[in-house]
């Protein structure tokens, strides 16, 4: 499906109401027509009584079509979730949840920011294939911010109040392909080639900063590059432009990241980055992926990094 809007006005008239939003979703959910959850039958009914809710013909199971969907349960209506995963896909650094609460006129900030969380956990597309061919890999730390006080962090080499992270970066000809972002708790060699082998397919080249921790990392032919520190940008220029680029948003959009979502907010960068050249199709991108994960709920996304 190419179907996707191109600006603020044609969104407006391709979703005037709930049902051009669910025929919408229907479609990206069920590309290949309706498919009950239940039994796997492929003919169902469109109840009257109930909103955008099939039955199945053969086992009866009432399915909405945002049912078991990262929409599932949700009292907001579809146009207000078509408008913020718009927002958020297409612009260019995103909305924080403060102004898509504003923008949207949503009852509160925790219903906002609950939205943004919902979506943004929807930006990691299961599917998706790791890198390759040639990548840059480096580790870094940013600043972060607490409940309510200023960003802060230790000074100097200390990584006491700092966020660690690792990330790579294809280079694909003259330029950056796609990247890879992941909070760390160390820089270890047991973290560092965790998050190799989480995010970099079997015989990619690895160019690094020659970093001890490196080596050894499984699968990967290892190219460092020992260097000064000085001399580091010059030698993967791709991934410190993506680390500059994360620094300048964290701090533009969110005034910094806190600890506590720092994944989240780097598998946000991570989907806008990688889409950077189709960000109307990333608004589609998002919702297909929003109806084919799992809910979650408040408690979850709480929880989920509560340690982090
Ligand atoms: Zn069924």
Redesign the pocket.
């Given at each position: 499906m190419s179907d996707f809007p191109h600006s603020l006005i044609a969104f407006q008239r391709r979703f005037p109401d709930e049902a051009a939003c669910a025929a919408y979703l229907a479609a990206l959910r069920w590309p290949d027509g309706f498919r009950?959850?239940?039994?796997?039958?492929d003919q169902?009914w469109m109840l009257d009584t109930k909103a955008w809710t099939y039955q199945?013909?053969?086992?009866?199971?009432q399915?909405s079509v945002t049912a078991g969907t990262i929409m599932h349960g949700s009292k907001l209506s579809l146009i207000i979730w078509l408008w913020a995963a718009y927002l958020m896909a297409t612009h260019s650094n995103g909305i924080s949840a403060f102004q898509l609460w504003k923008q949207l006129g949503l009852g509160s900030y925790k219903t906002a920011w609950l939205l943004c969380a919902k979506l943004r956990h929807a930006m990691v597309d299961p599917d998706r294939k790791a890198l390759f061919g040639l990548v840059e890999i480096d580790e870094t730390t940013i600043h972060h911010r607490t409940k309510d006080g200023p960003i802060c962090g230790g000074q100097g080499r200390s990584h006491d109040g700092k966020l660690l992270l690792a990330g790579a970066v294809e280079v694909v000809g003259p330029g950056p392909g796609r990247i890879r972002l992941a909070a760390i708790k160390d820089f270890s060699a047991t973290s560092l080639h965790g998050f190799i082998a989480t995010n970099i397919a079997p015989a990619t080249t690895a160019k690094t900063d020659g970093w001890s921790a490196y080596p050894g990392a499984p699968g990967v032919n290892h190219d460092p590059r020992v260097i000064g520190a000085m001399a580091a940008h010059l030698v993967l220029p791709w991934i410190h432009r993506v680390f500059s680029n994360l620094k300048t948003w964290a701090l533009g959009v969110y005034h910094g990241l806190r600890r506590k979502h720092l994944q989240s907010y780097l598998d946000e960068f991570t989907f806008r980055f990688n889409r950077r050249r189709t960000r109307h199709a990333a608004f589609r991108s998002l919702l297909r992926i929003a109806s084919r994960r799992q809910p979650v709920t408040y408690k979850m996304l709480i929880a989920a990094e509560a340690t982090g």
């Amino acid at each position: 499906m190419s179907d996707f809007p191109h600006s603020l006005i044609a969104f407006q008239r391709r979703f005037p109401d709930e049902a051009a939003c669910a025929a919408y979703l229907a479609a990206l959910r069920w590309p290949d027509g309706f498919r009950c959850p239940g039994c796997g039958h492929d003919q169902a009914w469109m109840l009257d009584t109930k909103a955008w809710t099939y039955q199945c013909k053969q086992c009866r199971r009432q399915t909405s079509v945002t049912a078991g969907t990262i929409m599932h349960g949700s009292k907001l209506s579809l146009i207000i979730w078509l408008w913020a995963a718009y927002l958020m896909a297409t612009h260019s650094n995103g909305i924080s949840a403060f102004q898509l609460w504003k923008q949207l006129g949503l009852g509160s900030y925790k219903t906002a920011w609950l939205l943004c969380a919902k979506l943004r956990h929807a930006m990691v597309d299961p599917d998706r294939k790791a890198l390759f061919g040639l990548v840059e890999i480096d580790e870094t730390t940013i600043h972060h911010r607490t409940k309510d006080g200023p960003i802060c962090g230790g000074q100097g080499r200390s990584h006491d109040g700092k966020l660690l992270l690792a990330g790579a970066v294809e280079v694909v000809g003259p330029g950056p392909g796609r990247i890879r972002l992941a909070a760390i708790k160390d820089f270890s060699a047991t973290s560092l080639h965790g998050f190799i082998a989480t995010n970099i397919a079997p015989a990619t080249t690895a160019k690094t900063d020659g970093w001890s921790a490196y080596p050894g990392a499984p699968g990967v032919n290892h190219d460092p590059r020992v260097i000064g520190a000085m001399a580091a940008h010059l030698v993967l220029p791709w991934i410190h432009r993506v680390f500059s680029n994360l620094k300048t948003w964290a701090l533009g959009v969110y005034h910094g990241l806190r600890r506590k979502h720092l994944q989240s907010y780097l598998d946000e960068f991570t989907f806008r980055f990688n889409r950077r050249r189709t960000r109307h199709a990333a608004f589609r991108s998002l919702l297909r992926i929003a109806s084919r994960r799992q809910p979650v709920t408040y408690k979850m996304l709480i929880a989920a990094e509560a340690t982090g």
